[in-house]
Protein backbone atom coordinates (compact mmCIF):
# COMPACT_ATOMS: atom_id res chain seq x y z
CA UNK A 1 0.00 0.00 0.00
CA UNK A 2 1.60 3.82 -0.75
CA UNK A 3 -0.05 6.42 1.09
CA UNK A 4 -0.35 9.55 -0.63
CA UNK A 5 -0.74 13.30 1.12
CA UNK A 6 -1.07 16.36 -1.04
CA UNK A 7 -0.27 20.12 0.27
CA UNK A 8 -0.37 23.67 -1.23
CA UNK A 9 -3.18 24.13 -1.66
CA UNK A 10 -5.34 27.53 -1.09
CA UNK A 11 -6.79 30.79 -2.17
CA UNK A 12 -4.85 32.89 -5.15
CA UNK A 13 -5.67 35.67 -7.56
CA UNK A 14 -5.57 35.13 -11.16
CA UNK A 15 -2.24 34.86 -12.58
CA UNK A 16 -0.48 34.27 -9.23
CA UNK A 17 0.99 30.63 -8.91
CA UNK A 18 1.10 27.88 -6.33
CA UNK A 19 3.18 24.40 -6.04
CA UNK A 20 1.85 21.94 -5.01
CA UNK A 21 3.56 18.93 -3.44
CA UNK A 22 2.11 14.98 -2.86
CA UNK A 23 4.01 12.88 -0.63
CA UNK A 24 4.19 9.22 -0.46
CA UNK A 25 5.04 6.78 2.21
CA UNK A 26 4.42 3.17 2.53
CA UNK A 27 5.45 0.89 0.03
CA UNK A 28 7.79 3.60 -2.14
CA UNK A 29 10.42 1.16 -3.12
CA UNK A 30 8.65 -0.10 -6.37
CA UNK A 31 8.72 2.61 -9.45
CA UNK A 32 5.50 4.15 -9.75
CA UNK A 33 4.43 6.71 -12.37
CA UNK A 34 2.34 9.46 -10.97
CA UNK A 35 -0.31 12.02 -11.73
CA UNK A 36 -2.08 14.81 -10.89
CA UNK A 37 -6.17 15.50 -11.66
CA UNK A 38 -8.54 17.61 -10.71
CA UNK A 39 -12.46 17.79 -10.30
CA UNK A 40 -14.06 21.33 -10.27
CA UNK A 41 -17.89 21.15 -8.86
CA UNK A 42 -19.95 19.99 -11.22
CA UNK A 43 -17.28 17.96 -13.44
CA UNK A 44 -15.88 14.93 -14.06
CA UNK A 45 -12.45 14.79 -12.86
CA UNK A 46 -9.56 14.48 -15.68
CA UNK A 47 -6.04 14.38 -15.89
CA UNK A 48 -4.44 17.67 -16.16
CA UNK A 49 -0.38 16.01 -15.67
CA UNK A 50 1.49 12.84 -15.46
CA UNK A 51 5.07 11.86 -14.74
CA UNK A 52 7.08 8.27 -15.60
CA UNK A 53 9.04 6.99 -12.28
CA UNK A 54 12.16 7.88 -13.95
CA UNK A 55 10.70 11.44 -14.52
CA UNK A 56 11.72 11.56 -18.16
CA UNK A 57 8.59 11.79 -20.14
CA UNK A 58 5.92 13.56 -19.09
CA UNK A 59 1.78 14.40 -20.22
CA UNK A 60 0.26 17.55 -19.74
CA UNK A 61 -3.80 18.41 -20.83
CA UNK A 62 -3.99 21.08 -23.41
CA UNK A 63 -5.82 23.15 -20.73
CA UNK A 64 -2.44 23.64 -18.74
CA UNK A 65 -0.13 22.89 -21.43
CA UNK A 66 3.00 25.42 -20.90
CA UNK A 67 1.15 26.96 -17.35
CA UNK A 68 2.01 23.85 -15.08
CA UNK A 69 4.90 21.78 -14.76
CA UNK A 70 4.96 18.49 -13.24
CA UNK A 71 8.20 17.27 -11.52
CA UNK A 72 9.40 14.58 -9.10
CA UNK A 73 12.58 13.83 -6.26
CA UNK A 74 12.69 9.91 -6.43
CA UNK A 75 14.52 10.41 -3.29
CA UNK A 76 12.18 12.15 -1.27
CA UNK A 77 9.10 10.73 -2.55
CA UNK A 78 7.44 13.34 -3.66
CA UNK A 79 6.00 14.88 -6.93
CA UNK A 80 5.13 18.66 -7.49
CA UNK A 81 3.00 20.63 -9.72
CA UNK A 82 4.10 24.32 -10.70
CA UNK A 83 0.84 25.61 -11.33
CA UNK A 84 2.13 29.35 -13.04
CA UNK A 85 -0.50 32.38 -14.40
CA UNK A 86 -3.28 30.65 -12.67
CA UNK A 87 -7.23 31.47 -14.68
CA UNK A 88 -10.30 30.99 -12.08
CA UNK A 89 -11.01 28.18 -14.55
CA UNK A 90 -8.61 26.37 -12.72
CA UNK A 91 -10.44 26.18 -9.43
CA UNK A 92 -10.80 23.13 -7.98
CA UNK A 93 -9.47 19.94 -6.01
CA UNK A 94 -6.53 18.92 -6.75
CA UNK A 95 -5.50 14.99 -6.20
CA UNK A 96 -2.44 13.25 -6.94
CA UNK A 97 -2.28 9.48 -7.81
CA UNK A 98 0.57 6.57 -8.10
CA UNK A 99 0.29 4.08 -10.66
CA UNK A 100 2.37 0.86 -10.05
CA UNK A 101 3.83 0.71 -13.06
CA UNK A 102 6.73 2.86 -14.42
CA UNK A 103 5.15 4.32 -17.37
CA UNK A 104 2.72 7.07 -16.85
CA UNK A 105 -1.01 6.85 -18.34
CA UNK A 106 -3.96 8.92 -19.25
CA UNK A 107 -6.70 6.95 -18.02
CA UNK A 108 -7.19 7.65 -14.25
CA UNK A 109 -8.53 3.57 -13.75
CA UNK A 110 -4.99 2.94 -14.17
CA UNK A 111 -3.80 4.26 -11.36
CA UNK A 112 -3.89 2.34 -7.88
CA UNK A 113 -3.72 4.67 -5.26
CA UNK A 114 -5.39 8.60 -4.77
CA UNK A 115 -4.42 11.46 -1.96
CA UNK A 116 -7.31 12.69 -0.82
CA UNK A 117 -7.21 16.52 -2.19
CA UNK A 118 -6.16 19.73 -1.86
CA UNK A 119 -8.47 22.34 -2.98
CA UNK A 120 -7.28 25.61 -5.14
CA UNK A 121 -9.15 28.40 -5.77
CA UNK A 122 -8.51 31.06 -8.15
CA UNK A 123 -10.10 34.75 -7.78
CA UNK A 124 -10.62 36.77 -10.43
Known amino acids: QVQLVESGGGLVQAGGSLRLSCAASGRTNSRYAMGWFRQAPGKERELIAA????????YYADSVKGRFTISRDNAKNTVYLQMNSLKPEDTAVYYC?????????????????WGQGTQVTVSS
Open 97 to 113: AARDDPLRSTSDEKYDY
Open 51 to 58: ITWSGLST
